[in-house]
C-alpha cells in the first residue's frame, strides 16, 4: 500500500438538455449543451490549482467532453465502471412519470426494469474505489450523478441504498478522503461545490 491515501475528487458532467429537462439520462450519450460546455470550462479554472496522479473519465460523452474543456482529456483514461447507471425502461423518464407507475418508488431502494439494480451499480462502484485506493496521489473522475452518489456512499462505508443521500448538481466537484491518513477513517471533505449557486429543482 502507498504511504499516502489518494484523496478521490469526483467531477459532475456539466449541463445536457436532459439534465435541464430531469430527464433519467442512464447509456443515451447526450452532449452537452452551450451551459454545459461553459460550466466545464469553469470547473477546469477550479481544478487547475491541484495536481492529480491519475485522471479518469466515464466513456459518455458528457463526461469525456467535460473532461476534455476542464483541460484533463489529454492525460485521462477511459474507465466503464464511471458509466451511468443503467436506468433500463425508466430511461428518458422524469421521476415523476415513474412514480405515478410505481408509487414510491426509489432510485438507490429499488433500482430499475431492464436495468441495473442499487448492487449492480454498487458493485462497479467498489471495483473503482479498489483500483483507486491503490494509487499514491490524488484522483480525478469525471462521471455522471449516480454512479457518482453511489461511489460517495461505498467509499463512506454505507449501504447502497445512502447514495440518495448525497445530490450533486452539474458541473460540482466532490472530494473524498481519509482523516488522519487512516484507510480505516473514510470521510467527505468537500461536496457539490460548484462555481455558482444553482437552484435545485
Known amino acids: 500500500m ?10 459532475r458532467h456539466g449541463d445536457t438538455a436532459w439534465t435541464e429537462s430531469h430527464q433519467h439520462t442512464g447509456r443515451t450519450d447526450v452532449p452537452l449543451n452551450t451551459t454545459g460546455e461553459d ?11 491541484y495536481t492529480f496522479a491519475r485522471v479518469f473519465t466515464s466513456p459518455l460523452q458528457r463526461a469525456s467532453k467535460t473532461c476534455e474543456l476542464a483541460g484533463f482529456g489529454a492525460i485521462s483514461v477511459v474507465d466503464s465502471d464511471l458509466v451511468e447507471w443503467d436506468y433500463g425502461r425508466f430511461e428518458g423518464m422524469l421521476t415523476e412519470q415513474i412514480v405515478s407507475d410505481q408509487p414510491g418508488w426509489e432510485l438507490f431502494r ?5 436495468g441495473e ?10 471495483r473503482f474505489i479498489t483500483r483507486v485506493q491503490e494509487i499514491n496521489g490524488n484522483v480525478l473522475a469525471f462521471s455522471s450523478g449516480h454512479i457518482i452518489r453511489m461511489i460517495a456512499a461505498r467509499w463512506l462505508g454505507l449501504p447502497p441504498s445512502a447514495g440518495r443521500f448525497f445530490y450533486c448538481q452539474p458541473a460540482s466537484v466532490g472530494v473524498l ?7 480505516e477513517e473514510p470521510i ?3 461536496w457539490n461545490e460548484a462555481a455558482q449557486h444553482r437552484e435545485q429543482v
Open 110 to 114: 429499488d433500482g430499475c426494469p431492464g
Open 39 to 49: 460550466h466545464a470550462r469553469q470547473l477546469g479554472e477550479r481544478l487547475a490549482q
Open 117 to 126: 439494480s442499487p448492487e449492480d451499480v454498487a458493485a462497479r462502484a467498489d
Open 177 to 183: 478522503e481519509f482523516e488522519h491518513n487512516n484507510r
Open 188 to 190: 467527505l471533505g468537500l
Open 2 to 11: 502507498p504511504l499516502d491515501m489518494p484523496k478521490l475528487f469526483l467531477a
